[in-house]
C-alpha cells in the first residue's frame, strides 16, 4: 500500500480535527442532561473516538490502510452522534425531550442513524480487515456483501422512520416516504438475518486468520479479540436486550468502545507494523523540549525586563525569542540522547559505534586493519553468533 495523496491527508486531518471539536461541542451543550449520562460518559465517548481517529490517522499516513478509514469513519461518526445529540437535547425542560434550539429534530434524526455505522463497522467490517486491511482470499468478498446489505436492509427503515425514536409524537425528517409496517418489518427481519450470518461469517475469517497466520499475526489477534468480544456482548445485552440500562450497562457500554480502540492501536503499534518505542520516544523528547524552551523563554522575559529601561518590553521579547531559537535545536539534540542512551541504548551504542569508525576510517587505510575494526565494532554493538566481512576487489587494467 502506497502512501496517500495530499488531499487524502488533509481530508483525513480534516475528520480527525472535527473528532477533537466535536466531544467539547458535546460537552458544553449535553453536560447537565440526564439522557447523555453526564460529562463523565460523553468525555468517555470522546475519548473513545478520538482514540479511533488518532490511530486511523497513523494508519492513513503510513499505507493509506483501509482499516484506517474504517476507523476513521467509526470515530467520526461516534463524535457527530454525540455533538448531534447534545445540540438537540440542550434545554430540554420537562417531558420533552428536545430543546429549543433551531433544528433539534433534525439534528435528533441524525444522531439516531449513525449508532448503526460505529457497530457494523467495529464489530463486523473491522475484524473482517484486521490487520493487513485485506479479506482472507477473495472468496470473502460475498461474506462482505452480505454484511453491507443486511446493513442497508436495517438501515431504511431507520432512515424513512415516520417518528423520531426518543419520542413517537415528533414526527421525523423523511416521515412521507415511511414505507408501511410490513415492508419495515420485513426489511429488518432480513437486515438482521443477514448481519447474524456476517457475524458469524466474521468470526470464522478470524479463525481462518488464526489458523494460517505467523506468530505476529496471532498476536495482533489475541490484542482484537481482547477489544472485541467485550464491545460484542456489551452490544447484545445492553443494547440487543436492554439489560441493565441506566445503571452498569451503560459503564460496561462506555468501556467496551474504548477497549477496540485501545486493543487495536497496541496490536498495530506494539507489533512491528510500527515501532511504539519510537513514537513514545519522539513524544517525549518534543513534550521535554517544549516544556524546556517555554520555561528558558519566560526566564528570558523575566529578566530582560527587569533590566531594560522603561518602554523596552517589545527589545526583552525580541531578544528572549532570538535566545530561544538559538538553543532549540542544541536543546533537542542533547534531550534525543539522553533518552536513547537510557530507553533505546542499542540503537545509541550502535550510533556510538559508527561515530568511533568514521573517526578511525580518517586515519587508517590498510585493508586489513580496517576489517579487524569494523568486526569489533559490529562484535561489540549488535553481538552476532557469526560476522564476517566480504570485500570486493576491483581491478583495472594497466594502460601504457
Known amino acids: 500500500m502506497a502512501a496517500p495523496s495530499r488531499k487524502k491527508l488533509a481530508a483525513a ?21 440526564p439522557d447523555t449520562g453526564g460529562w463523565e460518559a460523553l468525555l468517555a465517548f470522546g475519548m473513545a473516538n478520538l482514540a479511533l481517529a488518532t490511530l486511523a490517522l497513523l494508519l492513513i499516513r503510513r499505507k493509506d490502510h483501509p482499516v484506517g478509514w474504517l476507523l476513521l469513519a467509526v470515530g467520526a461518526s461516534g463524535a457527530l452522534q454525540a455533538a448531534a445529540f447534545s445540540y438537540a437535547t440542550h434545554g430540554a425542560v420537562g417531558s420533552d425531550p428536545l430543546g429549543t434550539l433551531p433544528g433539534a429534530v433534525p439534528a435528533q434524526w441524525v ?62 425528517p423523511l416521515a412521507r416516504l415511511a414505507p408501511p409496517d410490513p415492508i419495515s418489518g420485513a426489511l429488518v427481519a432480513v437486515g438482521g438475518m443477514l448481519v447474524a450470518f456476517g457475524l458469524v461469517a466474521v468470526i470464522v475469517s478470524l479463525v481462518v486468520r488464526w489458523r494460517r497466520g505467523d506468530p505476529l499475526e496471532r498476536q495482533q489477534l489475541k ?42 492501536t497496541v496490536a498495530i503499534l506494539q507489533y512491528r507494523l510500527y515501532d511504539l518505542g519510537r513514537l513514545i520516544r519522539r513524544t517525549a523528547g518534543y513534550a521535554i523540549v517544549s516544556a524546556l524552551l517555554v520555561g528558558i523563554y519566560a526566564l528570558a522575559v523575566i529578566s530582560l525586563s527587569s ?26 539534540q542533547r534531550i534525543k540522547q539522553w533518552l536513547d542512551r537510557r530507553f533505546n541504548r542499542q540503537a545509541y551504542d550502535a550510533e556510538r559505534a559508527l561515530e568511533a569508525l568514521r573517526s578511525r576510517l580518517s586515519s587508517q587505510l590498510e585493508v586489513t586493519a580496517v576489517m579487524e575494526e569494523l568486526l569489533a565494532i559490529a562484535t561489540d554493538s549488535v553481538e552476532p553468533e557469526v560476522a564476517s566481512v566480504w570485500v570486493r576487489a576491483e581491478t583495472k587494467a594497466a594502460t601504457s
Open 111 to 172: 444522531s439516531e442513524q449513525l449508532w448503526l455505522v460505529q457497530i457494523v463497522g467495529q464489530a463486523l467490517l473491522i475484524p473482517l480487515l484486521f490487520p493487513d486491511g485485506r479479506l482472507p482470499s477473495r472468496r470473502w468478498r460475498h461474506v462482505l456483501r452480505m454484511i453491507v446489505v443486511g446493513a442497508v436492509f436495517g438501515w431504511i427503515p431507520l432512515l424513512l422512520a415516520p417518528t423520531l425514536y426518543i419520542d413517537e409524537s415528533i414526527a421525523a
Open 223 to 264: 490484542w482484537l479479540f481482547a477489544g472485541l468480544i467485550p464491545l460484542i456482548l456489551t452490544q447484545i445485552l445492553v443494547g440487543a436486550l436492554d439489560i441493565g440500562r441506566d445503571g452498569i450497562g451503560d459503564l460496561l457500554l462506555l468501556l467496551s468502545y474504548i477497549a477496540l480502540p485501545v486493543s487495536m
Open 13 to 33: 486531518r480534516g475528520l480527525v480535527a472535527f473528532v477533537v471539536v466535536a466531544p467539547i461541542v458535546a460537552l458544553a451543550l449535553g453536560h447537565d442532561h
Open 307 to 332: 533590566l531594560a529601561p522603561t518602554g523596552g518590553s517589545s527589545l526583552s521579547v525580541a531578544l528572549a525569542t532570538l535566545v530561544t531559537a538559538v538553543l532549540a535545536r542544541p536543546a533537542h
